[in-house]
Nanobody, 121 residues
Framework: QLQLVESGGGLGQPGGSLRLSCVAS????????IGWYRQAPGKQRDLVAV???????TYADSVKGRFTSSRDNANNTVYLQMNSLKPEDTDVYYC???????????????WGKGTLVTVSS
């Protein structure tokens, strides 16, 4: 069974840093694009960052210059380095990965269960 598990959330100080990780496990042939999303209670899930299999990244304007996404393809892991944290970064953060499980199968999107980030002094 394929799983995405986020970790690294918690309490961060305004101006501080947190590093999120998302690990994919199970039967995986190739992981294509991976996205980081965030969602507050009662609000829509917003895209924060995208990283392609080749490492090309795109960021939402709200986090550009503060957040950096990277990936370790050998270990099926993606990271979100969050610097200069702001209270408005408080959300549940999710990773979403487009994964091909076999050479001849179709790629599908998978979601993790999320990790809570709280930014407060």
């Amino acid at each position: 069974q394929l799983q995405l598990v986020e970790s690294g959330g918690g309490l961060g100080q305004p101006g501080g840093s947190l590093r999120l990780s998302c690990v994919a496990s199970g039967s995986i042939f190739r992981i294509n694009v991976i996205g980081w999303y965030r969602q507050a209670p009662g609000k829509q899930r917003d895209l924060v960052a995208v990283i392609t299999s080749g490492g090309i990244t795109t960021y939402a304007d709200s986090v550009k210059g503060r957040f950096t996404s990277s990936r370790d393809n050998a270990n099926n892991t993606v990271y979100l380095q969050m610097n200069s944290l702001k209270p408005e970064d408080t959300d549940v953060y999710y990773c979403n990965a487009n994964i091909k499980r076999s050479r001849y199968g179709y790629a599908m999107d998978y979601w993790g269960k999320g990790t809570l980030v709280t930014v407060s002094s």
